[in-house]
């Protein structure tokens, strides 16, 4: 239900971003997985570490705010990009959208390893947004 709601939201207020986004991973799947390494693990190992001193603790705790943003924002990219590769559209719509979420909530209700199978369909996603907003950061 949350998928669809966030792939709906995201197909609702930014198609271009979410036909942005599939065309991005269409082009270079590696580097999508590879920055939703860095995001998906070493940012929160990072946060982690900074969050030991006072100091970095008042960084860490925005860090966590944009992580946790971040990750909504990939889960609802990779709904759209599941839905539109099962459906054969070129382009996240509604259709793909309620494909999307289907398929992931019964990846997902697999007990033991379907939250396993929900992170990795959903990493390349986080690396995705997690990248453009490095490069809005960077200039």
């Known amino acids: 239900m949350i998928n669809l709601l966030l792939g709906g939201a995201l197909v609702a207020f930014g198609p271009e971003y979410a ?3 599939l065309d991005e991973l269409r082009d270079d799947p590696g580097e999508a997985v590879v920055w939703g390494l860095i ?6 190992i990072a946060l982690g570490i900074l969050a030991i001193t006072i ?5 860490a705790i ?7 943003g971040v990750g909504i ?8 990009v599941v839905g539109s590769s099962l459906t054969g559209g070129d ?15 019964l990846a997902t ?20 947004v997690g990248h453009d907003l490095y ?5």
């Open 19 to 21: 036909a942005r986004k």
């Open 39 to 44: 995001v998906g693990i070493g940012v929160p």
């Open 55 to 59: 100091i970095g603790l008042v960084i």
């Open 62 to 68: 925005p860090g966590v705010l944009v992580l946790a």
């Open 73 to 80: 924002v990939g889960s609802a990219v990779m709904v759209g």
């Open 91 to 105: 382009d996240p719509d509604g259709t793909a959208v309620l494909v999307g979420a289907l398929v992931l909530a």
């Open 109 to 128: 209700a697999i007990p033991v390893v379907g939250g396993l199978i929900n992170w990795i369909v959903t990493l390349p996603g986080v690396g995705m």
């Open 135 to 139: 490069r809005s950061w960077r200039g």
